[in-house]
């Protein structure tokens, strides 16, 4: 019997060619972007799963309130670990982790700058599932100016020699590690990637007391059967004991008063496998993930699928009313309902299984393209055949399920007296259901219309912003350090070129990856008014040169000899101050280091706000002082920018320096620090497209299967008159009252989905009616294309061959 299906089911198909190829390829598509959606999904979620004991890790994070300033650090003070353990015996171990990015390294004549620094406590090895391949986990760390290093960067720097014993010399601090083991890699989904871990030993500040101060990444493992939420309830006993004796002699208030005024300081715990979804701390390792996209994503599959699997019941029951006779005769001929119903689900899982191989081969070709995309390294693997196998194949009876079930017990309902008289017509309780699924689809395609169409206008939002200064033809030349002394006589050389507008001599850039030099500060004498103060360390021609806009006071000049003293603060810091536009002679006292010691400067002007963090945060404090820094800024012009590149390289080799001429634009720097939404964007966009393709097939399929029920209709109509333009009014008519009520349903989906994802924006852009208009046309004038081809073909049939049975 079996055998028989497969021959029928085969010869249907075969008969069938375009409905067959719409089908398996509306199904592929839908099939394969739900994998590699899943691949995505699965990947994001896996992050430090790794980890044999992630289940009992945990890290420790600070946050606060310090006059109305929120605070969010994944760092922690030095002691912080080594204290926890000993005072808590919930505590199993601890360690810390201090990340110190990237500096030159010889290795006998050769010099590298490409490894990835971070300082580790001895035990981290042991915490931590980063199996030594050479060397031994409990000692390699033991001792100062020891270091384990990666499989890769063993190679790189010693070849085919054992690196156990041999040494690194660190150039910037000149300093010689003994490497005293590797590990193979850090996995791709681990919250931190670094290439070296030097021994925290040889970082004498490591050492330190002071809990007035966070540098450290600190990571508790728990004993088994511990709650870290009990743990975490104990923590403010902590603050009591260790940080506000500190607390009080640095700002000379005790916690309780410190308290009164609103203020409030807190650890926290988080579970490892929450760090790289759930972090929005001011200072991390590295750029974490977003679980709202895991959300977002997630979702898109499981509607991609859905709406793949409504096409197939669309396109099967539009052919349905071509199958009714054969269906009554062989009811007649004594077939019963189970066996019809096995053999249309037969059919089913045949055109499922050509899908799940077609999307395969997708997915194959896709995968690069996404990764391209997403920053990630996604593949199928198939280490393990036998449960993929068995994992494809469920997926593909579950689908077949899913899409053919409907179909399936459709067809096998036809009586077979109505068939055989050519009465058969589909019941209204199927034509609800089947413009249901309609509505379903373009509701979703709306959506993600309405989605996509926000998020691009806040990127160009992003891009267009008065930002407060001017991020056009400013040349950054990063590692201009490089030159010492030379320095300056480089930048005399530059202003000597007529392309050159301006030179600055700073490494602070109000955009991509920068320095980070904060201090408290107060106003006057009120140190109660402590605030957290961003510092750029600065020079005469960095405000000119920015194109940044004083509101009062003046620049610092070279003519004013007690500029070392002066101080320009933003327009947000004397808002807060009480001082607005009079804040020049005031005071500012910035506190020096940990132990309450300060410095006074005088305000000698006030620069206009400008956006000098991402936009998803509001403007912060920031002042600006006249000290030595290392870094240039160009301002150049337009013309001839390629020439002007190669003559500034060509000085730069005649210092002879080991730094490569290495240089950016900052409007690139700029918009790269919003290349996640870039990204996002374009995979959004991706996945619209797919979407709205795919639910158009579906209404290909129930436009053809309309068309085919009212043959007859248009045929008497066309006797009777009507023209093709009116005809196809007809048919088209009901299905943009289906658009219609998808509109309704997805304009409030979509304006609350959208409100939710602009909240991460401290600026953005409204959401307006146009976009709903605009995504409610276009879903209308697509949805009529579709219709318009099967309706047109209905109008211009000869009534002849309609009507030619009655």
């Known amino acids: 019997m079996i055998r028989n299906y497969l021959k029928i089911a085969f010869r249907n198909l075969v008969k069938n060619k ?14 394969a972007t739900c994998l590699i959606i899943m691949l995505f999904v699965q990947d994001e979620l896996s992050y430090d799963k790794y980890n044999e004991k992630a289940d009992r890790m945990v890290r420790v994070v600070f946050k606060g ?6 605070m969010k650090e994944a760092v922690t003070m030095a002691p912080t670990a080594s204290t926890l353990k000993n005072d808590y015996p919930e505590v199993e171990d601890a360690t810390r982790l201090r990340n110190y990015g990237y500096h030159k390294i010889t290795v006998g004549e050769k010099t590298f700058k490409d490894g990835n620094l971070a300082y580790v406590d001895a035990n981290f090895f042991q915490i931590f599932t980063l199996p030594l391949i050479k060397g031994d986990a409990k000692t390699a760390l033991l001792e100062p100016n020891t270091i384990v290093i990666t499989q ?19 150039k910037d601090w000149k300093q010689v590690y003994k490497v005293t083991g590797v590990i193979e890699k850090v996995p791709a989904n681990s919250h931190f990637h670094f290439d070296l871990f030097g021994s925290m030993a040889s970082l004498e500040e490591a050492k330190g007391t002071s809990w007035m101060e966070s540098n450290y990444f600190s990571y508790l493992l728990l004993r088994k059967g511990q709650d870290y939420k009990k743990l975490e309830a104990k923590l403010p006993q902590l603050i009591e004991k260790y940080v506000a004796p500190q607390l009080q002699k640095a700002l000379g208030v005790t916690l309780s008063e410190f308290r009164k005024k609103g203020n409030d300081i ?69 077939s019963v309902k189970y066996e019809l119903i096995g053999q249309f689900l037969l059919e089913s899982l045949m055109l499922t299984f050509f899908a799940l191989a077609l999307a395969l081969v997708m997915v194959r070709i896709a995968l690069p393209l996404f990764n391209d995309l997403s920053g990630k390294e996604l593949s199928l693997q198939f280490t393990n055949y036998l449960l993929v196998i068995t994992g494809l ?20 309902s036809f009586k077979p007296a109505s068939v055989l008289k050519s009465k058969f017509m589909a019941a209204g309780k199927n034509i609800g259901l089947r413009s249901g699924l309609v509505v379903f689809q373009f509701m979703i395609s709306i959506a993600l219309i309405i989605g996509t169409t926000i998020v691009y206008q806040q990127l160009s939002y992003i891009q267009s912003k008065k930002l407060g200064y001017n991020k056009d033809q400013l040349l950054v030349l990063r590692n201009s350090w490089a030159l010492g002394q030379n320095e300056l006589i ?19 850039l109000p955009a991509g990856p920068t320095n980070t030099n904060m201090s408290g500060t107060y106003p006057d004498e009120k140190v109660n008014q402590n605030r957290r103060t961003i510092i750029y360390q600065v020079d005469d021609q960095y405000i000119p040169t920015m194109g940044m806009e004083l509101v009062s006071g003046r620049n610092f000049s070279k003519e004013f000899a007690t500029d070392s003293s002066g101080i320009i603060i933003n327009e947000t810091i004397a808002k807060i101050y009480g001082w607005g536009k009079d804040a020049v002679g005031h005071t500012v006292n910035r506190f020096t280091d940990n132990q309450g010691n300060k410095k006074v400067y005088k305000v000698i002007g006030v620069v206009k706000d400008f956006h000098f963090r991402s936009l998803h945060e509001e403007i912060a404090p920031l002042a600006m002082v006249l000290e030595n820094n290392s870094g240039l800024i160009i301002k150049v012009k337009a013309q001839d920018i390629p020439g002007l590149l190669k003559d500034i390289k060509s000085q730069w080799a005649t210092f002879k320096v080991e730094e490569p001429f290495d240089y950016a634009f900052l409007d690139e720097l700029f918009n790269k620090s919003y290349m996640a939404e870039q990204k996002t964007g374009v995979i959004l966009g991706i996945f619209t497209g797919l979407t709205i393709f795919i639910a158009c097939l579906g209404l290909f399929g129930l436009a053809t299967f309309t068309a085919e029920q009212r043959i007859k209709e248009i045929g008497i109509r066309k006797v009777l008159g009507a023209n093709v333009s009116q005809i196809v009014i007809l048919l088209s008519v009901d299905f943009v009252k289906l658009i219609l009520i998808a509109c309704l349903i997805a304009f409030p989906l979509g304006y609350w989905g959208m409100g939710k994802w602009l909240q991460d924006f401290a600026y953005k852009v409204d959401i307006e009616w146009p976009v709903f208009v605009l995504a409610g046309a276009g879903a209308i004038g697509v949805a009529l294309l579709t219709i318009s081809f099967q309706a047109i073909k209905a109008a211009l049939t000869n009534p002849i061959k309609s009507l030619k049975t009655e």
């Not at 375009?18 to 099939?31: D, E, K, P, Q, T």
């Not at 890769?152 to 660190?170: Q, R, S």
């Not at 194949?393 to 096998?412: C, D, E, K, R, T």
């Open 18 to 31: 375009v409905f067959s190829a719409i089908n398996v390829f509306g199904l592929a598509i839908g099939i």
């Open 266 to 334: 807190r650890f926290h715990l988080q579970p490892l496998t929450d760090i790289h979804l759930y972090s929005d701390f001011s200072v991390s390792i590295e750029p974490g993930g977003d679980v709202r996209y895991v959300y977002i994503f997630g979702a898109i599959a499981i509607f991609m699928i859905l709406i793949a699997c409504i096409n197939f019941m669309n396109l099967s029951t539009a052919g349905a009313s071509k199958r009714a006779k054969e269906v009554g005769i062989r009811k007649v001929l004594g």
């Open 65 to 70: 309130t310090i006059n109305g300033e929120d």
């Open 393 to 412: 194949v469920l997926f593909g009876l579950l689908v077949s399920l899913l899409a053919g079930s409907y179909p399936a017990f459709f067809l096998s």
């Open 490 to 508: 480089f930048r005399d050389q530059l202003l000597r070129d007529p392309r050159v507008m301006n030179v600055t001599v700073s490494g602070y």
């Open 152 to 170: 890769a960067m063993a190679n790189k720097y010693f070849g085919k020699e054992d690196p156990i014993g041999k040494v690194l010399t660190f």
